[in-house]
């Protein structure tokens, strides 16, 4: 079974085009059912599992040890996803007769509304990253970008100088699964961008050059875009934390504030699904209200 894993594995990155982060969660989430087979190793040498011993049993007492040490739901229902995943791979291969996951339950997850900033406090905060001094022109291209565009976190750091095209006021942007798209952004984040990379310096300039730096020239760690989200949005936060991915919320919680098309923010957003898209419907008060009173014929 730590065979098949590693095939697994390979083709999860390869033909899935599954992120790093993703293979790694994977990989840590099968190796915990194998080891918990496998039981105590001396040295910690890596005992070898056979394939009947993938059973439901197995998956269930794996399933009691992640919640018996606290894990949260989440972790569970990621953990019950590899699982299946694995379980699956090897019923095609013939190494196992049956998935033994499949009827494991799924932990019910807390249902958690998406984090977003008021869009008149998050456009004062803006523009009042008026610096001229290298730091305060980046991060204020950064966010305009960020905010404007409605990029993951690893969207924004992967962004290079050939993905952006000036004319058309359009980036393009790679997502998960390697999925490329097309996506708009506004005037005033491409001013920004401009001002920024003019002070940067144009140099010899190359499409695979990285549009986000840091002081030595190197691409934007995505911990670092953190730590800039952090310090310059904390205040419209309210003082709690604030992520790069609460731009992301604020950029679709806007539009459909604003009459947007929840399937057009799906596209712009890279959603593979519309239910991924749907977490945003939970409008506010008076936007209910509006849409009642301009629909229901005795509003």
Known sequence: MRD???QFLTELAAQRRASAHTVAAYRRDVTRVLDLAAGPAPGGARVPVPASAWTRELLERALRDLYRTRHAAASAARALAAWRSFSRFCVRRGIIASNPARELPIPRLPTRRPRTLPKVDLARALDRLAGADAASLRDRALLEIAYSAGLRLSELVGLNRGDVDRAGGLLRVRGKGRRERIVPAGAGAFAALDRYLAD???GEERGDQPVFVNARRSRLSGRTVQRVVRRRLGEVAGGLGVTPHALRHSFASHLLDN???????????GHRSL???QV???VSGSRLRKAYQQAHPRA
């Open 4 to 6: 098949a894993l590693e």
């Open 200 to 202: 940067l310096g144009r």
């Open 280 to 282: 945003y419907t939970h």
């Open 259 to 269: 009459g947007a098309n929840l399937r057009a923010i799906q596209e712009l957003l």
């Open 275 to 277: 239910n991924s898209t």
